[in-house]
């Protein structure tokens, strides 16, 4: 019998707002989290070595999960772990809204906005990797056409 992982989504980011007359941005409450499940046994690595189920491809895993190393069933793990960093990225620069996420080196992340909360449609913002020094600084070019939106990022 194969371990199933489950992945959904991650936190909402942060707030831009934008009147016209001036720009503020600010993190908001993570809502919702990033969890990885495993149908046996939650927050621990799977037993045993990845069966043919697996492609030849890297294996993530989340924070918090115990057990976990650098490789699982002879293929790389890596942690996925995309987090906001409060730097000077955050914020308007140049009219647009953007900021900094940190993470695992060339872990895929997708970015997607809103302007309601409530809404069950986020658009796209970027589908991208961690770069290899461990940061991606993210640009919202629809963020002038909003008064406001909000940010998560997700497993693409």
């Not at 629809?142 to 990022?153: C, D, K, N, V």
Request: proline share 6%; aromatic share 10%; hydrophobic share 45%.
């Amino acid at each position: 019998m194969r371990d199933t992982l489950l992945v959904r989504l991650a936190a909402v980011l942060c707030r831009a707002e934008n009147d016209g007359a001036q720009a503020r941005a600010s993190c908001l409450p993570a809502v919702g989290g990033a969890a990885l499940q495993l149908t046996k046994r939650p927050g621990r690595k799977p037993s045993g070595a990845a069966s043919g189920g697996f492609c030849k491809s890297l294996v993530y895993y989340l924070p918090g999960t115990s057990g976990w190393s650098s490789s699982f069933g002879g293929r790389p793990a890596l942690l996925w772990n995309p987090a906001p960093a409060a730097d000077a990225a955050f914020g308007f620069l140049d009219g647009l809204f953007g900021f900094t996420l940190t993470g695992t080196a060339l872990i895929p992340v997708r970015v997607q906005a809103t302007t309601n909360l409530r809404s069950a449609v986020w658009s796209s913002v970027t589908n991208t990797a961690i770069g290899a020094a461990g940061t991606v600084d993210v640009r919202d070019p629809e963020s002038t056409a909003h008064a406001a939106r909000f940010y998560r990022f997700v497993w693409p």
